[in-house]
Nanobody, 123 residues
């Protein structure tokens, strides 16, 4: 499975962005789709995830501001980011997990990763 992100960019505080992740290859195996981010000097953290049946999980830091969604027909999932803050600045990565039972708040994704897209929020 190959993942390609798009949609990053630079916005001001309070702005919005939508990230997209397109999957190709043996996508039938994917059980969970997610978004992670990593800011300079910080560890990578899970942001949001959505299961193949549509259940969603969010990190506390983005609840109420970010929404994850998917379009199965396009093998694509999205991260809609609203009310962006400078602390949301990071490289954002999409990921996919094929193991059953791993689509939860542990954000444990081992299988497939995209190359990342930069999000910069200025104050």
């Amino acid at each position: 499975v190959q993942l390609v992100e798009s949609g990053g960019g630079a916005v001001q505080t309070g702005g919005s962005l939508r990230l997209s992740c397109v999957a190709s290859g043996n996508t039938y195996s994917i059980q969970c789709m997610g978004w992670f981010r990593q800011a300079p000097g910080k560890e990578r953290e899970g942001v949001a995830a959505i299961s193949n049946v549509g259940s969603t999980i969010y990190a506390d830091s983005v609840k109420g501001r970010f929404t994850i969604s998917k379009e199965d027909a396009k093998n694509t999932w999205y991260l809609h980011m609203n009310s962006l803050k400078p602390e949301d600045t990071a490289m954002y990565y999409c990921a996919a997990e094929s193991r059953v039972g791993y689509c939860d708040s542990r954000f444990v994704f081992d299988d497939y990763w995209g190359q990342g897209t930069q999000v910069t929020v200025s104050s």
